[in-house]
């Protein structure tokens, strides 16, 4: 199992518009092709304007093949374009749990 943390910094005070559209359109269209959502989380206390998503993968070919059809997707690329100009910078992570992570076990869906 492998999990990808998606880390956005936003333009300052966005956080409220890019969850709104991301709750009405984006996220359908991820979990369509995505699958396993692990959890969306904005920061609060700490680094400010953060949005981390997770999502989990059976293997890093999983990963690749399901991203592939998120981009292939014409309604994602129609959506992009309704959050791009609020993100600042984009980070990424492939992680793997430790053998005793509670989620180590969890199977995607």
């Not at 293997?59 to 129609?78: G, V």
């Not at 959050?83 to 430790?98: G, H, Q, Y």
Request: charged fraction near 25%; aromatic fraction near 10%; avoid cysteine.
């Amino acid at each position: 199992m492998f999990y990808e943390i998606r880390t956005y910094r936003l333009k300052n005070g966005a956080i409220p518009e890019y969850l709104k559209v991301v709750g009405e359109i984006g996220i359908a269209i991820q979990k369509k092709h995505l699958g396993n959502l692990v959890g969306y989380f904005s920061s609060e206390i700490g680094p400010i304007n953060e949005i981390v998503h997770i999502w989990g993968y059976t293997s890093l070919d999983d990963r690749h093949a399901r991203r592939a059809r998120l981009t292939a997707d014409p309604e994602w690329q129609a959506f992009l374009p309704k959050i791009r100009d609020l993100i600042v910078t984009a980070e990424n992570k492939i992680m793997s749990p430790a053998s005793f992570s509670p989620l180590g076990g969890q199977e995607p869906t």
